[in-house]
């Protein structure tokens, strides 16, 4: 395989989209993703500014065309708008969108600059808009924080789409309210299972509820009809015909333990660490720190980028175990990047 042939793994998936984490740290606590004391990594650890943006390169070199820019929460590392603004300089050179996935506590900052560097769309997670249970469920008080950069993200132009995780008990009965607000504004809701990922201080099977209930629940009060509309993920969607004003609102729907989504998947993710996993739930890795970090840099990193589609396998082996046994992963989602 030469260096710019496009990744394909061995089950014929090209492999076209890319979530890098670009920290492991953030200024919430969720308590579905970290624990209150959740060590973060040395920043030698961590890739630099230089680092991601070339292994960036490298992937668009092999046909890469979306990147997410995620975490830990990306906002919060300092130099994370430099690399969006390097990035956007690819975008319509082999880059078709840059975007990214974050908690909406620092938009306010830094809307303007996102959509200035080409940023279009952006994935605000928020699960619930009670301020009360918000402090609880992030364990900081930040709600109204995220509603302002949520409102400056909309005014810079950022199209906004929102991801709920679906928790039993928790964010359970407001979820119809979330959903009606946010098609009241023109903006998508997706319900995301909780996934077994890393030690939280909560048991799984607490905090799991299956997204085939919280659609029963809908539609008992909504007119639910599957729509074809695919964004390129895992999600399904339907068309909610009473919300937006009568107009109808899309609703998403992303079920990695009751569904199997892997059939078409076209990712990968990388750590902040530089550590890419082939699958979001496999154990699967290939170090791309220590290719960037080598004598010969741009040879290691496509050698193992190589390495990577020989590895990527076909499905991911989630499961929530009633036992309450340990997480099917150690990692924890901000480790890996939503
Ligand atoms: N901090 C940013 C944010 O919250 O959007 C980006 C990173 S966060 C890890 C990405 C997404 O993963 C968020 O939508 C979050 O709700 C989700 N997430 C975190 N832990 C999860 C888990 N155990 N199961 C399902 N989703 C999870
Ligand atoms: Fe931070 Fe996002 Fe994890 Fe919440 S889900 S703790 S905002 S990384």
């Given at each position: 395989m030469t260096s710019a042939a496009p990744l394909i793994d061995q089950f014929n998936r090209r492999i076209s989209y890319l979530r890098l984490s670009v920290t492991d740290r953030c200024d919430l606590r969720c308590t579905y993703c970290m624990p209150e004391a959740q060590v973060f990594l040395p920043r030698k650890d961590v890739l630099s500014l230089e680092e991601l943006h070339k292994l960036a390169l490298g992937f668009i070199a092999r046909g890469v065309s979306k990147i997410r820019l995620t975490g830990g929460e990306p906002l919060v590392r300092r130099d994370m708008i430099e690399l969006v603004r390097a990035l956007g300089r690819k975008l319509g050179d082999g880059l078709d969108e840059l975007t990214l996935t974050t908690n909406g506590t620092q938009l306010a900052r830094f809307a303007e600059d996102l959509f200035a560097a080409?940023?279009?769309?952006?994935?605000?997670?928020?699960d619930t808009l009670d301020r009360d249970q918000f402090a609880r469920l992030a364990r900081r008080d930040s709600l109204p924080q995220v509603l302002e950069g949520i409102a400056?993200?909309?005014?810079?132009?950022?199209?906004?789409?929102?991801?709920?995780?679906?928790?039993?008990?928790?964010?359970?009965?407001?979820?119809?309210?979330?959903?009606g607000w946010a098609h009241a504004k023109g903006m998508e809701l997706t319900l995301i299972e909780v996934m077994p990922l890393g030690e939280v201080e909560e048991d799984r099977?607490?905090?799991?509820?299956?997204?085939?209930?919280?659609r029963a629940d809908l539609e008992q009060r909504f007119t639910l009809t599957p729509s074809s509309h695919r964004s390129g993920g895992p999600a399904r969607y339907v068309d909610v015909a009473e919300t937006a004003n009568g107009k109808g609102g899309r609703l998403g729907f992303i079920t990695p333990l009751t569904n199997n989504f892997c059939d078409g998947c076209n990712r990968v993710r990388v750590t902040a660490t530089g550590q890419l996993y082939a699958c979001l739930g496999g154990r699967e890795q290939v170090d791309l720190r220590a290719a960037l970090r080598s004598e010969e840099p741009d040879a290691a990193l496509q050698a193992?980028?190589?390495?990577?589609?020989?590895?990527?396998?076909?499905?991911?082996?989630?499961?929530?175990?009633?036992?309450?046994?340990?997480?099917?992963l150690a990692r924890h989602m901000s480790m890996t990047g939503g």
């Open positions: 080409g940023v279009r769309r952006i994935n605000v997670s928020l400056a993200a909309r005014a810079a132009g950022l199209k906004v789409k929102l991801n709920t995780v679906a928790l039993k008990g928790t964010n359970e009965a407001g979820i119809p309210d979330l959903m099977f607490d905090q799991y509820l299956p997204l085939s209930t919280v193992a980028l190589d390495e990577a589609m020989r590895i990527k396998p076909l499905r991911h082996h989630f499961a929530i175990d009633r036992s309450g046994a340990a997480p099917a």
